[in-house]
């Protein structure tokens, strides 16, 4: 009896977190370019079972909304149009609740329906919408979008992430083309994706939960680990997509916790 006392004493203990909503990142999470992470269906289920609400939320500008749900169900994973929140719809929201009406999109023509009521107006926008474009990136539409701020419009970024990992290799995100027009332009963007206090705050209102109620579990400090944490959230790092091993070198950036993988979160949160 002493004997298992002993050992119990010394034994490690799993690492645990307590949450009432989880916010799951996509690219890099659940996911790595065109493969799910190993375990990323069988953790959504899991959630799903133990009757934690969660939300998808995710900077991806290249897709919209509906094609993101269709990208994840071909993967395997199991999700509602109302669980994902991406930023091209963050942004439209964003701008209706601005009063903005006409506006110019960089970016891909798919995500148009994500800003199906407002006027897409090349002649005089409003407000200049840049995300992630990729190859679609020329001088010309880049000295459009300087022209049309010049001429008074805002520019309203998607996010201003620097890169992101492709079948390639890391790759150029849309964060180093908004830095040349603020540059350019002497204006600052207004970004809307992560790491947008409002982004998380909608995202965990959807459940009817507040910020601190949740965590945001992803493959980027600076988007998602600090931009949850700035709202009073904990965040928790996964070792795959963009994470390297310096991001843990920084001294005034801590996750609450690291694990290996997405397969790990059950574990962690369920025991």
Known sequence: MRDSLVAAAVMPTR????????????DGTLYDVDKAIAGAPQTVVQLRRAGIPFRFVTNTSRMSRREVREHLQGLGIETELEELFT????????????????????????TREDFGHLTIDEDSPEAVVVGDLGYEWSFGLLNR???WLNGGAILVATHRN??????????LDAG????????????????????????????AQSMALSPRDVVMV?????????GIQNVGGRGILVRTGKFQETDLTDP??????????IADLPGVLLG
């Not at 350019?184 to 992560?194: D, E, I, L, S």
């Not at 992803?218 to 600090?226: M, P």
């Open 162 to 171: 620097r890169y992101w990992r492709t079948a390639d290799g890391i790759t």
């Open 252 to 261: 005034d950036i801590q996750p609450d916790m690291v694990v290996n993988s």
């Open 218 to 226: 992803g493959d980027d400090l600076e988007n998602d680990i600090v």
């Open 145 to 147: 979008a300087f022209r």
């Open 15 to 26: 690492p645990s977190l307590q949450a009432d909503g989880v916010l799951l990142d996509l």
């Open 176 to 203: 180093p083309f908004i830095v040349a027009l603020e540059y350019a332009t002497g204006r600052q963007a207004t970004t809307v994706g992560k790491p947008n206090p409002e982004f998380f705050q909608l995202s």
């Open 87 to 110: 930023t091209t719809v963050g942004a439209a929201s964003w701008l209706v609740g601005h009063g903005i009406e006409r506006v110019a999109l960089c970016l891909p023509k798919a």
